[in-house]
């Protein structure tokens, strides 16, 4: 069971169907922790999904239930994904929508990471 609100993992989630290579993505990095790849709408130049291998529901789920070596790998499979993109001289923005009022859409967790301009703001309205 997820450790908020959310239901519990639903195995035919849109991104569980690209790790289980169902449906294409234009995938850009893959280890044993982590799965990059193209949004499918990006808002950005460079608009790229990072999700774990492992299936949890939210990055609340993520943080309280995963191991250390799946966090760490995770995490370390972020950071290259934004270097081996060349954004690390210029930067870049990682987000991570966690639930009704983060605007989750898709139950399985992943880090957007948008670079090749500036971003903007952090919070729209804000
Ligand atoms: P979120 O609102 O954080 O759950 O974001 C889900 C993201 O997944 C959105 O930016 C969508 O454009 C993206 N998305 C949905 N389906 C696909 C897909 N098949 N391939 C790539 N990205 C997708």
Known sequence: M???GLPPYDEGNIFARILRGEIPCRKVFENEHALAFHD???QAPIHVLV?????????????????DATIAGFWRAVGQVARDLGLEP???RLLANMGHDGGQ??????????????????????
């Open 105 to 126: 859409e898709v139950p399985h967790f992943h880090v957007h990471l948008f670079g090749g301009r500036p971003i903007g703001r952090m919070v729209p309205g804000a």
């Open 51 to 67: 999700i774990p291998k492992a299936p949890f529901v939210s990055a609340a789920d993520f943080h309280a239930g995963a191991d």
């Open 40 to 42: 499918i709408n990006p």
């Open 90 to 92: 210029k930067g870049y």
């Open 2 to 4: 997820p450790v908020t």
